[in-house]
T-cell receptor, first 112, second 114 residues
């Protein structure tokens, strides 16, 4: 049962352009959403989160948008840099103390 | 910057053997977790641990698995009788107060069961 879905296994974006990573979820009870970034041979690294009471959260080059009615969130990276090449995991949880449920990840390639 | 440390980085074991995966969470964190990622699949929740007891566990976390915080600093995951399908990356994570602050993950232990 995939409660958090990342339908694009990979994405290639030109350096300097915008990267948009998408995520859908099925459980309307999810209250918190997070994005994690993972390099090979490392653990996932927390990137940015958003509470369900918001529709946008911005942190530097990273912005997460939440559309609760569509059960969809997206991560925008502007401008994309070579160091952004990694696997990005979308994640969600029922509340701030509950376990995180991850999607399968999207591998982002930033092209020179 | 504080980090979660996992040892070993790679463990090869024979099917049926017991393995213990070790983790040192960040010292002032209160919540501890184990996740695993089978190659090419999603990161899956195994167990969460708070106040010296399991707070939640997944269906994967059956009687073969156990966790312990033996000395106030280490957090271990034991698999009693490993199966081939236990081969995965196992990630330990800790957080100061619930996940909203974002877990800090360790670099993982790659377990290979042969």
């Amino acid at each position: 049962d995939q409660q958090v879905k990342q339908n694009s296994p990979s994405l290639s974006v030109q350096e300097g352009r915008i990267s948009i990573l998408n995520c859908d979820y099925t459980n309307s009870m999810f209250d918190y959403f997070l994005w994690y970034k993972k390099y090979p041979a490392e653990g996932p690294t927390f990137l940015i989160s958003i509470s369900s009471i918001k529709d946008k959260n911005e942190d530097g080059r990273f912005t997460v948008f939440l559309n609760k009615s569509a059960k969809h969130l997206s991560l925008h990276i502007v401008p994309s840099q070579p160091g952004d090449s990694a696997v990005y995991f979308c994640a969600a949880s029922l509340n701030r103390d509950d376990k995180i449920i991850f999607g399968k990840g999207t591998r982002l390639h930033i092209l020179p | 910057e504080p980090e979660v440390t996992q040892t070993p980085s790679h463990q090869v074991t024979q099917m049926g053997q017991e393995v213990i995966l070790r983790c040192v969470p960040i010292s002032n964190h209160l919540y501890f977790y184990w996740y695993r990622q089978i190659l090419g699949q999603k990161v899956e929740f195994l167990v969460s641990f708070y106040n010296n007891e399991i707070s939640e566990k997944s269906e994967i976390f059956d009687d073969q698995f156990s966790v312990e915080r033996p000395d106030g600093s280490n957090f271990t995951l034991k698999i009693r009788s490993t199966k081939l399908e236990d081969s995965a990356m196992y990630f330990c994570a800790s957080s100061p107060k619930g996940q909203f602050y974002g877990y800090t993950f360790g670099s993982g232990t790659r377990l290979t069961v042969v």
